[in-house]
């Protein structure tokens, strides 16, 4: 009995012991007189397998509601932010509208006012003649 103890402690402490020799093992350590390690050794580990498990809440219940509600705040930042950029690109859009429509009115009233001035050009010429009757050549007869 001795030896086979020995052996199964052997194979025990080698990891190489089936379920059925563990219990054969446990049932000689308990029935030896020696052996005292082992004893307590098996005896701590019949008394760990007896304890009820304890529960412990998830630590995840906790976070879910928290990742819920990020995910609720992310969602709410990624509209901001995309609101924002789409009202400034809009803004600008609006602003380069409006800058070329006032350029199109300046080169309109740019045009006007070159046929304007070349019309004044013509009357140039004339400018030297100061009363009708220079441009018309009436010369007085007061005879």
């Known amino acids: 009995m001795k030896d086979r103890l020995e052996k199964l402690l052997d194979k025990y ?8 020799e563990e219990k054969e093992l446990k049932n000689l350590v308990s029935l030896s007189d020696g052996h005292l390690e082992e004893k307590e050794f098996f005896l701590g580990t019949k008394a760990i397998a007896e304890q009820e498990p304890v529960l412990f809440p998830m630590p995840g219940s ?27 690109m809009e803004m600008q859009r609006a602003e380069k509208e409006a800058y070329e429509q006032v350029m199109q009115e300046f080169a309109l009233i740019q045009t ?32």
Not at 13 to 20: A, D, K, M, P, V
Not at 80 to 86: D, G, P, Y
């Open 13 to 20: 402490w080698e990891g190489e012991t089936s379920l059925e």
């Open 62 to 88: 906790r976070s879910l509601i928290f990742s819920k509600w990020m995910k609720i705040a992310a969602v709410l930042v990624f509209f901001l932010i995309s609101t924002t950029v789409i009202y400034k």
């Open 112 to 143: 006007n006012m070159r046929k304007g001035t070349e019309s004044l050009e013509l009357m140039g010429d004339f400018k030297h003649l100061s009363t009708t009757q220079e441009i018309f050549n009436i010369k007085d007869h007061k005879e």
